[in-house]
């Protein structure tokens, strides 16, 4: 595969075994993920956004859990200033991941920009694993390039598609952004702390969403979060 990022190059032109693998697993990820975008750009045309809108929110906003977020209070009849909200709530772990991969990435100049936008859960995660610094460059570069290529080649397949249902929940749209949002959720849920923290935030949706406009349930939901974020912990062996 031919490097899909800057700064990649090696000396001699010869790239290590690990790099080679973990591109190749960055581009399994960008299109596993990218599926996720034909559910998104169907609802967004369905929910009354035209082609051109969803795509440059898929483009300009480029984190799934916020766009989904950002979709579902539009779409249940809250208001733009709800769902910017719940968007960018969700949207905040993504500067932590950019805090922890800063050592390994350009920190000045247009790359940074660029690194800056691709800072995701799956470019982050990668990076994560590599066991150096070139494979830890080489895994965020793949996964979030590809994941941005695939996500919006996706999300206008969808777009197009949404064009032409006329009644969302006839083909189950109105639940796809809860059901895609599961399906990036649920690998995430690793420890008893984190299954504690998604029931308990679940419950106050529940209980707040018959009371509260659309929109503020899932801000309710993650104040919960932070809440047990901000509360001190036990030292644990």
């Given amino acids: 595969m031919t490097s899909v990022s800057p700064n990649l190059g090696h000396a001699g032109g010869s790239i290590p075994d690990g790099v080679r693998t973990i591109r190749r697993t960055g581009f399994a990820i960008g299109v596993a993920t990218g599926l996720y975008g034909i559910s998104f750009g169907a609802l967004a045309t369905a929910s009354g956004l035209d082609v051109w809108q969803a795509m440059v929110l898929s483009a ?19 208001s733009a200033l709800g769902a910017a909200l719940a968007a960018a709530l969700l ?7 950019g805090l922890i991969l800063a050592p390994s990435l350009p920190r000045t100049g247009w790359r940074s920009v660029l690194r800056a936008h691709l800072t995701i ?13 070139a494979e830890k460059r080489a895994g965020f570069w793949a996964a979030g390039v590809w994941v941005f290529v695939f996500w919006n080649l996706f999300s206008l397949v969808g777009a197009l598609a949404g064009q032409f249902v006329a009644d969302p929940a006839a083909w189950g749209l109105d639940a796809a952004a809860a059901a895609a949002f599961l399906a990036l959720l649920w690998p995430r849920l690793r420890s008893r702390d984190a299954v504690a923290i998604a029931v308990a935030a679940a419950f106050v949706a529940l209980l707040t969403t018959p009371v509260l406009p659309a929109g503020l349930p899932v801000l309710a939901a993650a104040l919960v979060a932070v809440v047990v974020g901000v509360l001190p912990r036990r030292d644990r062996r």
């Fill in 60 to 78: 300009v906003m480029f984190t799934g859990g916020s766009q989904f977020a950002f979709i579902g209070v539009v779409g249940g009849g809250g």
């Fill in 121 to 133: 859960d799956e470019s982050a995660a990668l990076a994560a694993g590599g066991r150096d610094e």
């Fill in 91 to 97: 949207g905040v772990r993504n500067t932590l991941y």
